[in-house]
């Protein structure tokens, strides 16, 4: 059941990736929008021509790494017994002590309950993002640019603003928890491996969004806003599937657990 759980993970959090880079189609449709210098949200604003499309993608984004992520804890923690005592050894009388024929799960491994916690976030926000769209972009409208200096856009640009910051907060902290988790504790190979790298690259593209962001609202320019932010966003999808194929070639935690206990049950006898 553990490796039915954890593949279904890897599916939903590959289909969630792709999804979150339906983006990259603005090079073929024609959004009237400059990649360079305008928000990513801002292709799902509700006077774009393809804003419904965007925002669909968005949702259905959001709802398939939130899923992901629920199916990923569930799918990677590891059983263990509990007791008043010391961790991990168990008292007669208490559940997953020898004999009780019942195992209690317990947390062993905080970087990866962090990390499946802010991936959650990030799929809720992102889910929440899809439904409270900008209604124009000021990036490239000087009339929406001057009525959000005015405060006379509609409460969703504010709203919209929060839901972005705790998706990317989320993400990143996914990011470095879950790749962290993946070292430490000896887990998902590829996401060991290359983790490190997409981590790295991910901050230093948000440390520019943010660089950007604080520049345009200064009124210094654009700094290639949309340049960095998709770059982010890239990198963020990037690493979902990094994640997602990690999952997929691994061996559940609960069948890892078993197998290293059986040459010490084995060594007993």
Do not use: I, K
């Not at 979150?20 to 189609?25: D, I, K, P, R, S």
């Not at 409208?141 to 504010?158: K, M």
Request: net charge positive.
């Amino acid at each position: 059941m553990p490796g039915n759980v954890t593949r279904a993970s890897a599916a939903l959090l590959a289909l969630g990736a792709l999804a979150y880079t339906a983006w990259v189609l603005e090079a073929v449709l024609r959004t009237g929008l400059d990649p360079v210098r305008t928000y990513v949200s801002e292709l799902a604003a509700s006077d774009q021509p393809f804003g419904t499309f965007f925002r669909a993608s968005d949702l259905v984004s959001g709802v398939l790494v939130l899923a992901g992520a629920a199916l990923g804890r569930a799918g990677t923690r590891r059983p263990g017994p509990t007791g008043s005592g010391q961790a991990g050894t168990p008292e007669a009388g208490h559940a997953g002590a020898p004999g009780s024929g019942r195992v209690r799960w317990r947390v062993r491994e905080p970087w990866a309950v962090l990390g499946w916690g802010a991936l959650a976030l990030f799929g809720a926000a992102t889910v929440a993002d899809s439904r409270l769209p900008l209604s124009c972009a000021a990036t490239v409208d000087p009339a929406c640019a001057a009525r959000e200096t005015a405060g006379l856009v509609p409460a969703t640009h504010t709203a919209h603003a929060v839901s972005s910051g705790l998706a990317m907060t989320g993400a990143l902290v996914a990011l470095v928890a879950l790749t962290v988790a993946a070292r430490r504790y000896g887990r998902w190979r590829p996401l060991a491996r290359t983790g490190p790298v997409v981590v790295a690259l991910g901050l230093a593209a948000t440390v520019w969004t943010l660089a950007a962001v604080a520049a345009f609202e200064a009124g210094e320019g654009a700094w290639a806003l949309g340049a960095g932010q998709r770059l982010q966003v890239l990198l963020v999808a990037v690493w979902l599937a990094v994640l997602a194929y990690s999952l997929a070639t691994s061996r559940p935690a609960a069948e890892e657990e078993s197998a290293g206990s059986r040459p010490a049950a084995e060594e007993e006898r």
